[in-house]
């Protein structure tokens, strides 16, 4: 069984940064691709961003440009790497990892979750 654990979340004031990081564990599958996803309160679960294991990316329009995706391979361990925080990032993030090579962009294509981890931006 798949574990994926999210770290780096926190507070954070508007234009800042921060990285989160995911760590997998239990993996026995080879391709995989691993991403990121947020839910606000009230609102549904949204893509951000995704990586696939030879590093192609793709990312949704809302955060192009301000957040980066990266993993490292030798660690199993995805980043997001999220610039020019605004307080609509306000979310809790949630790192997401499948097999194969197609980059989803829908929640429901994911089979593995962690257990997210909460970033607040203060305006």
């Known amino acids: 069984q798949v574990q994926l654990v999210e770290s780096g979340g926190g507070l954070v004031q508007a234009g800042g940064s921060l990285r989160l990081s995911c760590a997998a564990s239990g993996r026995t599958f080879r391709p995989y691709n691993m991403g990121w996803f947020r839910q606000a309160p009230g609102k549904e679960r949204e893509f951000l961003a995704t990586i696939t294991s030879i590093g192609t990316v793709l990312y949704a329009d809302s955060v192009k440009g301000r957040f980066t995706i990266s993993r490292d391979n030798a660690k199993d361990t995805v980043y997001l790497q999220m610039n020019s925080l605004k307080p609509e990032d306000t979310a809790v993030y949630y790192c997401?990892?499948?097999?194969?090579?197609?980059?989803?962009?829908?929640?429901?294509?994911?089979?593995?979750w962690g257990q997210g981890t909460q970033v607040t931006v203060s305006s």
């Open positions: 997401v990892s499948t097999p194969g090579v197609v980059r989803y962009t829908a929640a429901n294509a994911y089979s593995y």
